[in-house]
């Protein structure tokens, strides 16, 4: 259980004496109060200690602040009010028209985008091609390609990086879901998105990977990563397979959130991650790195 959550459980229940009990055991037992498990006085004696808090914990002091950072509906550029500002203000005089061209130019339709980490592959490989995936990589590829089928959604397009690792966990996805077209792309291949915030030891990528992989996974996101065109008429569902760092880099820019703060998710193997992005531009994230549909022992992260 995550501070927060441990936090919250205890606001929840302010003067509910049972309940801030249960949460504190709960808390104690992961640590959070940074000392072994003592005996049970000792532990009676926290309790004692938190309650005597309580009255302290009014809404003023634990309500958590808005960043006030707003929703940039434009955020891709394809919101149709931003886009007809500025005819509309020179049409002021003419007659308002419901079914003008302007009502015509909205999307209508939702896009679906499910981004897949590829599965597990050989890190001894030199370089690209000889890194392919291993058996236990091909059998992850197997399960998430038959947890999409099994979705039942009417995919568009599989859309995968043209490293060999994406574009073999493709094929074989593929396999599960006939008549949908395969496409490669080399914007979507792994690389250093930016540097991340907090910055980690065991990986250190020159600046200059940063400044050419930065720019390309960014055009990727802003190719494949958009609001509906008006055109389309359906909603549409389309797979991604690619790579932990860009995934993780486009969760971040679809929801506004810091890019730089992409490493602190993680991602498993074959892991499914479905954005859904509205007509209005609104932006939902409907599961990150799902592998629940794996055995727990065909699971893995690093
Ligand atoms: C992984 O790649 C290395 C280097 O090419 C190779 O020696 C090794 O046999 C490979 N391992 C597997 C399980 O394929
Ligand atoms: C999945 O794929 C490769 C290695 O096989 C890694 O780069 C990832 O971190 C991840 N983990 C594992 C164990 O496969």
């Known amino acids: 259980m995550s501070y927060r959550r441990t936090f919250k459980l205890l606001c929840g229940v302010a003067g509910g004496s049972a309940a801030v009990v249960i949460a504190a055991v709960t808390a104690d037992s992961h640590g959070f109060f940074g000392e072994q498990r003592g005996d ?3 532990r009676w004696s926290r309790f004692t200690v938190l309650q005597a808090a309580q009255p302290a914990w009014t809404p003023a002091n634990h309500t958590p602040t808005s960043t006030g950072q707003a929703w940039d509906f434009n955020w891709d550029k394809r919101d149709p009010s931003a886009l007809t500002n500025g005819k509309k203000e020179k049409k002021e005089t003419a007659t308002e028209d419901p079914t003008s061209e302007q009502d015509n130019g909205k999307p209508k339709a939702t896009r679906n985008i ?3 980490r590829h599965s597990q592959y050989n890190l001894s490989g030199v370089g690209d091609k000889e890194r392919v995936l291993t058996s236990l990589g091909r059998e992850q590829a197997e ?3 038959l947890r999409l089928a099994a979705l039942g959604l009417k995919y ?9 690792r994406a574009t073999e966990t493709a094929h ?3 396999k599960h879901l006939p008549g949908v077209e395969l496409m490669s ?3 979507l291949r792994e690389g250093a998105p930016i540097e991340p915030v ?3 030891t065991h990986w250190k990528p020159d600046a200059v990977q940063y400044h050419e992989d930065g720019a390309r996974i960014e055009a990727a996101f802003r190719r494949y990563i958009h609001r509906a065109d008006p055109k389309q008429k359906e909603d549409s569902y389309e797979i991604i397979v690619c790579h932990a760092n860009v995934i993780r880099y486009f969760v971040c820019r679809a929801l506004q959130f810091p890019p730089e703060g992409w490493l602190r998710m993680g991602l498993n193997n074959g892991s499914i991650t479905w954005l859904t992005i509205r007509p209005s531009g609104r932006v939902a994230l409907r599961t990150l790195g799902d592998s629940g549909f794996m055995p727990p022992d065909k699971l893995t992260r690093t």
Request: hydrophobic content about 50%; proline content about 7%; aromatic content about 0%.
């Open 185 to 187: 792309c080399d914007l």
């Open 143 to 145: 399960l998430t390609g």
């Open 114 to 116: 499910l981004l897949i």
């Open 40 to 42: 049970v006085a000792s």
């Open 156 to 164: 568009d397009v599989l859309i995968h990086s043209s490293m060999t």
């Open 198 to 200: 907090p910055p980690v």
């Open 172 to 174: 074989i996805i593929s």
